[in-house]
């Protein structure tokens, strides 16, 4: 009963809906520390569209957004506790100062060492609508998705339960 208001809320503040599937292969997925770098979005938009066979959890934040900074832990654990299951998380930082790019690899390495990571440049906010058609560019934002569901968070997490709960349902039969 205690999940229901987070239920509720994560209902009003999620876009869900089906996506298409696509055959283009998974772009370059870099590393805590080694992210891959894209400079337009068409590079790395294959990574929104794979199969059904993999659940993926593709996080927007940047190194500025404190409530971003605060949930990579909590990706970080996801990843640990579904070592092994068919889960892909990817950060995808939105920083696009040269000084901040480069603090990427230390933040990550400390506080995210196994999740993949890119950094992705394009400043055309035009992208952001090819992926979610109502988002304004908010952070954080993350896309959950495998096969035929979908879900988006304009929000972060602010706990590891609401994370949890948002990742669940992409493993229902």
């Given at each position: ?83 092994g299951d068919p889960l892909r998380i990817v950060l995808v930082s939105l920083d696009t100062e040269e000084s901040a790019i480069e603090r990427i ?69």
């Amino acid at each position: 009963m205690r999940l229901l208001p987070s239920l509720l809320l994560s209902l009003f503040l999620c876009t869900c809906g089906p996506a298409p599937e696509s055959n283009a292969p998974l772009p370059k997925l870099g590393s805590a520390d080694a992210p891959a770098r894209y400079d337009t979005f068409a590079e790395l938009e294959p990574l929104f569209y794979q199969g059904a066979d993999t659940a993926y959890v593709i996080n927007f934040w940047a190194t500025w957004c404190k409530p971003c900074r605060e949930e990579i832990p909590l990706l970080e654990k996801l990843a640990q506790e579904h070592k092994g299951d068919p889960l892909r998380i990817v950060l995808v930082s939105l920083d696009t100062e040269e000084s901040a790019i480069e603090r990427i690899p230390a933040f990550l390495t400390q506080n995210a060492p196994s999740l993949n990571a890119v950094i992705l440049t394009d400043e055309d906010p035009a992208w952001g609508k090819t992926i979610d058609r109502v988002w304004t560019g908010s952070l954080p934002t993350t896309i959950l998705y495998r096969g035929q569901r979908r879900y988006v968070y304009r929000r972060n997490f602010p706990t590891y339960v609401d994370l949890k709960g948002a990742v669940d349902p992409l493993f229902l039969k």
